[in-house]
């Protein structure tokens, strides 16, 4: 089983930009399927963005086109999500998932590993 530890949250004014870096252990990510995901209080928890494990197909909920770019580095065993243009809305726990299958799939139950989360907080 892959393990996932999440870093690069903090707090940012709106409009200011961070990385999440999501950094693997156990397993090779290049056999699977990213995401990331994120958790307001009193929400559910939602996709953000997706990439395949082969080439660089990707696919992000329509709240973050534009601001998101999901990227991977599978030399490194690493997933980024580099948030640009942040808003208040942003603020959540964001974590990173993976499931070992070439489908880029945006709902939970698909993810079979989950990392802690890291939290990111945009103020206005």
């Known amino acids: 089983q892959v393990q996932l530890v999440e870093s690069g949250g903090g707090l940012v004014q709106a409009g200011g930009s961070l990385r999440l870096s999501c950094a693997a252990s156990?397993?090779?990510?290049?056999?699977?399927?990213m995401g990331w995901f994120r958790q307001a209080p009193g929400k559910e928890r939602e996709f953000v963005a997706g990439?395949?494990?082969?080439?660089?197909?990707?696919d992000y909920a329509d709240s973050v086109k534009g601001r998101f770019t999901i990227s991977r580095d599978n030399a490194k065993n690493t997933v980024y999500l580099q948030m640009n243009s942040l808003k208040p809305e942003d603020t959540a726990v964001y974590y990173c998932?993976?499931?070992?299958?070439?489908?880029?799939?945006?709902?939970?139950?698909?993810?079979?590993?989950w990392g802690q989360g890291t939290q990111v907080t945009v103020s206005s």
């Open positions: 990439i395949a494990w082969i080439g660089t197909s990707a």
């Open positions: 998932a993976a499931h070992p299958s070439p489908l880029l799939l945006t709902t939970t139950t698909a993810y079979t590993a």
């Open positions: 156990g397993r090779t990510l290049s056999r699977y399927t």
